[in-house]
C-alpha cells in the first residue's frame, strides 16, 4: 500500500491531490480551509487547514483498515460536505479510485454504477438510501463494506454494514478520481483522468491567476453530468465540468 504523503517543498513539486492538500496546510496552517453549515448547532462552522488535515487522516485510517489493494474503487454516494472530501482524500491517499456519484440520482442507476465499477466499499448518506438499492434486485457480491452518515431506521441483518462513527472509532491508532456521467435510461460512461493533469491545471491557476494567502478558501472539482438532457451538458452529449462547494483543488479568493 502507498506510504505516507510526501511533503512538497514548492507548489512545483506537487504531483497529486494529496501532496497539493499537503502543500496548502503546510503552506497556511490556521488559515480558513472550510466553511459549513452545522444543522444541529445552526450556526456555520469554519476549520483551519490544520484542523481539516487532522480530521481527514481519521478517515486516512479507517479506510487503510480495510486492506484494500491499490487501484480498488470506493463509492462516494454523498450529499456536498466535509464527509464527502474526507472520504474523497483519504481513498486518493491510499491509492484508490473514488467514484462519486449524485446524491439525487436513482436507486437502479446507483446500484448500476455499483455493480459495474467493482466498488468495494460505498459510503452514503442514509440507511433508507441503501436499502433503496438492494431494493432493485442488482446483484452487489464485490461490496464487502457499506459505511452509513445516518443509520435511522432498523439494521438489516448485514455484516458488511457499519455506522459511520464506529467505522472511524475503530480506526488504528496516486491515482484519480473516476468521473462517472450516469443517467437513469442510458449505461454508464466512465472515464479516468489522470491526477497530474487535474494537479497541473488547479497549480497553474494558482500561481498564475491568484495571490495565495490567508483569504483563499477551496472548491471541489467534479464531471458529474450524464450525456444527454440534462442539466450541465450540451447536445452532442459532451460531459460539462461542474464546480461543487467544497474540496482541495482549486483556490477561489473571496
Not at 45 to 63: G, K, N, P, T
Not at 129 to 157: E, S
Not at 173 to 189: H, K, M, Q, Y
Amino acid at each position: 500500500m502507498p506510504g505516507p504523503i510526501s511533503q512538497p517543498q514548492t507548489l512545483a513539486d506537487v504531483k497529486t491531490l494529496p501532496e497539493l492538500l499537503r502543500w496548502r496546510v503546510e503552506a497556511t496552517p490556521a488559515a480558513e480551509a472550510y466553511r459549513h453549515f452545522d444543522a444541529h448547532a445552526g450556526r456555520w462552522v469554519s476549520q483551519s487547514w490544520h484542523e481539516i488535515d487532522a480530521e481527514f487522516e481519521l478517515w486516512r485510517r479507517a479506510l487503510a483498515a480495510e486492506n484494500f489493494s491499490p487501484g480498488e474503487r470506493v463509492a462516494i454516494l454523498m450529499p456536498n460536505g466535509i464527509a464527502h472530501i474526507a472520504m474523497d482524500q483519504a481513498s486518493l491517499s491510499r491509492g484508490l479510485v473514488p467514484v462519486p456519484m449524485h446524491a439525487v440520482d436513482n436507486p437502479d442507476s446507483i446500484a448500476y454504477i455499483l455493480a459495474d465499477s467493482g466498488a468495494l466499499l460505498l459510503f452514503v448518506d442514509t440507511l433508507a438510501r441503501w436499502q433503496a438499492i438492494v431494493a432493485t434486485g442488482q446483484p452487489l457480491d464485490a461490496l464487502k463494506r457499506i459505511v452509513c452518515a445516518d443509520m435511522t431506521g432498523p439494521v438489516p441483518a448485514d455484516a458488511r454494514i457499519v455506522a459511520l462513527d464506529q467505522w472511524l472509532a475503530s480506526a488504528p491508532g496516486a491515482t484519480a478520481p473516476l468521473i462517472i456521467a450516469a443517467g437513469a435510461l442510458e449505461r454508464v460512461r466512465e472515464r479516468q483522468e489522470g491526477q497530474e493533469d487535474v494537479v497541473g491545471r488547479r497549480r497553474d491557476a494558482m500561481r498564475d491567476r491568484l495571490h495565495i494567502g490567508d483569504n483563499v478558501v477551496m472548491r471541489q472539482h467534479h464531471a458529474l453530468r450524464p450525456p444527454g438532457r440534462a442539466r450541465g451538458v450540451d447536445d452532442g452529449g459532451k460531459i460539462v465540468r461542474r464546480h461543487r462547494d467544497v474540496g482541495p483543488i482549486a483556490g477561489i479568493a473571496r
